[in-house]
């Protein structure tokens, strides 16, 4: 099957606040960062509160392929490349699988919210591997056991484009770096978010954003989105959950 190439897949938005009782959801405790300043002409598609409104799943359109299903545990999709599924990692360089903590909280309905992650993780999945023209896909949330760090692995058999980020003179504004950045980590390539840092002034490490990391090739991209405040300022270890990722499903 040929491959497709859609535009990278946007950034997964945090789970909406859960009642009192309820362990926190990935994407719930974010770095607190003052609003960036108004632009002329255009507003970031990387900035946090746009991406944040892009939605949960991948935030792909489904193009109506039928989409054979894996019967495996991993979450995987998809016929396409060369019939190759994908089944999502155990664990995640010492990440959990969120729904396997959510199940071991011992809170009310923590089966019930368990099976519900997993079936959000599943149908992410399936988003993917549509948009693909049904190529193995699979999408899977981790998280540690305070579920401070959080991470989302997207996965899909097949080349894509590589990401992009609009040009942006920080000169001209008066800023020491572009507020969109993308930072070429060996193989993986990771989009920022800076926080405005005045000319002349160093930016502090909590103003660095990662939106999301990736690396593409030949039947195989990789991606890893951050949630929590373990990784989202990290872009050096998020990039580094590619490489692992890209090793365990290759």
Avoid at 51 to 62: D, F, N, R, S
Avoid at 210 to 226: A, E, F, I, K, P
Wanted: proline content about 12%; hydrophobic content about 30%.
């Amino acid at each position: 099957m040929t491959e497709q190439h859609p535009p990278t897949p946007p950034q997964p938005a945090g789970v909406p606040p859960q009642p009192a009782g309820i362990p926190p959801q990935p994407g719930q405790h974010p770095a607190a960062h003052p609003p960036a300043p108004p632009r002329q002409g255009r507003i970031s598609l990387r900035h946090p509160l746009v991406t944040g409104a892009i939605g949960l799943v991948v935030g792909l359109a489904a193009v109506g392929i039928p989409v054979l299903l894996s019967d495996d545990d991993g979450g995987g999709f998809g016929g396409g490349g060369g019939d190759a599924k994908l089944s999502a990692p155990a664990k995640l360089d010492g990440l959990r699988p969120f729904a396997e903590i959510q199940s071991e909280s011992g809170v009310p309905k923590a089966k019930d919210m368990a099976d519900a992650i997993t079936e959000e993780d599943r149908k992410s999945g399936e988003r993917l591997s549509e948009a693909y023209g049904g190529a193995a896909a699979v999408v899977k949330r981790y998280a540690d056991d305070g579920v401070l760090t959080t991470a989302t692995l997207v996965a899909v058999r097949s080349r894509s484009p590589k990401p992009y980020v609009p040009d942006q003179d920080p000169k001209r504004l008066g800023l020491e770096k572009p507020q969109d950045e993308l930072k070429t980590i060996g193989d993986v390539s990771c989009v920022l978010y800076n926080e405005p840092t005045a000319a002349g002034s160093e930016p502090r490490k909590e103003s660095v954003h990662v939106t999301y990391c990736q690396r593409t090739g030949d039947g195989l991209t990789v991606q890893v989105r951050t949630g929590g405040s373990g990784l989202a300022n990290q872009p050096d270890k998020v990039a580094s959950l590619v490489e692992k990722a890209w090793s365990a499903l290759s």
